[in-house]
């Protein structure tokens, strides 16, 4: 037995090795296979999966980093066809940005008993502008069917040597055989940082490197004393190899499945180039907040008032109180300066957002906190990595792209603001900037960690009045009440949407639900609760057998699924903030019919008081009163409680499930 182990593995890996994964060497397998032999769900699998980063000298310039990718796909249904269009980021600031070259891309298809390619036209790759500092290079591979493979290649020139984009090993779907590796010159010093669940231990190699020819610098803007005709260098080479690695699927309730992807980032430490010192780079959080501060877009943009002086004094007039003040300047901010979905920390300039009335959210941010501070509050920023950016694990420039306000009342209290959302309140950030911890900027680039989660409740309390005929038609009205980030979520969908395609959704998240004296109040007025009331009539909602109706006492609001499927999960489960949601309905029974039975009383709590579900239901007469709370009393639920969290979701559809039981008189 041990002997034919043995055979088999030698003859797997001699496989692997064999495959040739040149550009254009698409075999007829390939293109005839079916499904992934070791994810059989699969919509898609890179079949190959190669980048190499590595550092040329250039004439006039010094040292650009260059990136090779090469990759292959296979595609095994329609769902996979998204993976047959390629969105290519370019960093544009003022080196002259990144530039794309050497594009070739080639679909592949089974024809006729033979391997049948077609190359993508130049006039179908794309180059828009994203933002300010980011253009995008799109393209779409031609042809596409199921069974198809894809296969592209492309080099990226970057004159910003500094900044690594990071290594991902992992993804949405499976990869068969990946290659990956990064040649550093010995000028540079980078320290990795590595993420997720796979072992990553790079091979590593040393090897020397010639410049020929040169003068002047030695690294881009790295300036030296000296001038030769060749030099030789040592450069590191770090080479990962990985085979048949698995998909990373997004689970529900993840803040963002990047942060537990496989990943290697290099972060540049420092360059020590010939005859010049050492330069040190971002090392610690403290170097990177004091990097950040000293920027003449973030720290003297704090210090700017004459663009608003005179509007914030007209504002305040002669009011001392401080929360009034944070409310005036807060709904002063949100009602001028609209935001235009841009991130980042920074400030292009403040000014002239102000003017135009429009800014991204450095700007806004910056402002709100020069207001407030103008206004005698005690204000600073708060960095913040959004939910889609991931958590910022390591100490690196890129680990934050969002700004908010922080402000002090007075003793421990304490106020979040962040302006972009125009239907945000005071401690209420929006979703995407609900992720686990932000730091504070202080005064001459001091910095310290604060919880951006919510510790109050967000509240939803429904109060249903209906009647159900003898044919299961229900029919009557509905009231929902929303705090905090309920209203907040709610109005951000309600008025920022044309209102009859608001009905319509909403008529179709219930399956046909006919809505009618459809009502909101307070969608506008922040400072209370928003209410949305409608009657309405939704038909099958009870199955009549015989002299018999059953029906499930929370009819088309139950829960009717278990968000969590996995048998184990390695990551916390993120709910973004505490909610309570309570549900009261009333039922009238149809005419010659009496109750026979209801389901019993339920009380569950999950351990360590993270949450509970209370299910109680009283029948009298024609009557049937419903209460059912549902709570969840903590933002993130840790791994170690996982088994439990998904077996009190088990039993809470289940209770919702049950029916209750009408006999005809």
Known sequence: MRFILTVLVLFT??????????????????????VYPEDTIADA??????????????????????????????????????YATKQIRLYNGSSGGEKISSIKAYTYNFENGKVVSEKISKNDIFKSEVSKYTNQVKFTMPNIKPGSVIEYKYEITSPYWSNVDEF??????????????????????????????????PEIENQTGVIRSFGGAVGGNQSSSYNVSETTYFKQISKYKLDNVPALRDEPFVNSINNYRASAKYELSYTNFPNSTIKYYSTTWEDVVNTVYKSSYFGEELERTGYFKNDIDALLGSRTDPKEKISLIYNYVKSQVKWNGYYGFYSDDVKKAYKDHVGGCGEINLMLTAMMRYAGLDANPVLVSTRSHGVPLFPTREGYNYVVTLVKV??????????????????????????????????????????LYPRNKSKNAITMMVKIDEEGTLEGSCRSIRTNHRALSFRNRYNDTDKEEFLEKLENRYGGLEVSDYEVKNDKDLSKPVM???????????????????????????????????????????????SIT??????????????????????????????????????RGNTIQVSVVSQINESIILPAHYEALKEYFNKYVQKEAEQVVLTRI
């Open 532 to 578: 949305e009331s409608y009657k309405f009539v939704k038909e099958n909602q009870a199955d009549v057998i015989g002299d018999k109706m059953y029906f499930s006492p929370l009819f088309y609001m139950r829960t009717d699924e278990n968000p969590f499927k996995l048998e184990n999960r390695e990551f916390p489960v993120d709910f973004g903030y505490p």
């Open 168 to 201: 991902v090993f992992q993804h949405d779907i499976p990869i068969k055989r990946l290659e990956a590796s990064f040649e550093v010159p010995e000028y540079f010093n980078f320290k990795v940082n590595t993420k997720g669940f796979l072992p990553l231990v």
């Open 410 to 451: 007075s003793g421990d209290s304490m106020v979040l603001l962040d302006a972009t959302d125009p239907y945000a309140v005071p401690n209420v950030l929006p979703m995407r900037a609900l992720n686990w911890k932000g730091r504070i900027v202080g005064d001459n680039g001091t910095s310290s960690l604060i919880d």
């Open 45 to 82: 699998a890179y079949l190959y999966k190669y980048r190499k980063s590595h550092y040329v000298f250039v004439k006039d310039e010094g040292f650009v980093l260059k990136t090779d990718i090469h990759e292959r796909i296979k595609i095994y249904n329609q769902e996979g066809f998204n």
């Open 582 to 619: 309570s549900q009261r309905i009333i039922i009238n029974i149809p005419e010659g019919y009496k109750i026979d039975s209801v389901p019993e009383d339920v009380a569950i709590g999950l351990p360590d008081n993270l949450g509970s579900f209370n299910f109680k239901i009283v029948g």
């Open 13 to 34: 890996v001699k496989c692997v090795l064999a495959q040739d994964y040149k550009f254009g060497k698409v075999t007829k397998e390939e293109v005839s296979e079916t």
